[in-house]
């Protein structure tokens, strides 16, 4: 008898799926329960009518076939106007790529930067979805650890402990970053350049909450004169469009 691809059976590294308390939810409101539910991080607001009739006059107007596989060239312009604008850095049109969804760029970084079984780093307490995906692109996922007491803040020596950076592929980092909502400081990314570049690490950067910092300042990686030298791609995508 067929079964799975050994690819689809590791996805989930012999644990839960990350999905039980959502389904329990989703049933509790269903039966009529009252749930305050803080799982997927879908907001309650519809969408904006001013992109609802967007959307519509678009199709309308014919744009309904297939795209070109980077994305449309002026939704690619309008992205990269948008990163200029944030980080203080030149980006054209060639620097982006348009993708289903911020998990689907965070995917398609890992492809692009681990073969399989190469070890993929990524920073602790962090996103559900990480070690899954690192996972179905078949890496092996290894997390480094922060504290409480630091901030959440991972340093230079935390991230560049040989026993985990020596050999890996890919950094992924995530600031503003969910869950903690630690904003990593110049000094922090500074010392997580100067790890990648020790160990020659891809690193990810996943952006995706910017514009949510209520304290600090959000500054992405790539705004460091220090990535000039070194590996680096950034994901900015909407996790909305997950």
Known sequence: MPSLSSRIRAING???????????????????????????????????????????????????????VPGIPALRDAVAARVTRHTGIATGRDNVLITPGGQAALYAAQLACCNPGDRAL????????????????????????????????????????????????????NSPNNPTGAVYPRATLEGIAAAAQDHDLWVISDE????????????????????????????PCPRATQ
């Open 14 to 68: 012999g644990g839960s799926d990350g999905w039980d308390v959502f389904h329990r939810a989703r049933a509790m409101i269903e039966a009529g329960e009252a749930v305050t539910e803080l799982t997927i991080g879908e907001h309650d607001t519809p969408t904006d009518h001013i992109i609802l009739d967007a959307m519509h006059a678009a199709a309308r107007a014919g744009h309904t076939g297939y795209a070109a």
């Open 122 to 173: 990524f920073i602790e307490p962090y996103y559900a979805t990480y070690p899954g995906t690192i996972r179905a692109a078949g890496a092996v996922p290894k997390g480094i650890t922060t504290r409480a007491a630091d901030g959440f803040l991972p340093d230079y020596n935390v991230v560049s402990d040989a026993a985990l950076a020596h050999g890996a592929a890919s950094l992924l980092v």
């Open 208 to 235: 995706v909450y910017d514009t949510q910092v209520w304290q600090g300042t959000h500054l992405s990686p790539r705004a460091l004169p220090v990535w000039s030298s070194a590996r680096l791609s950034s994901a």
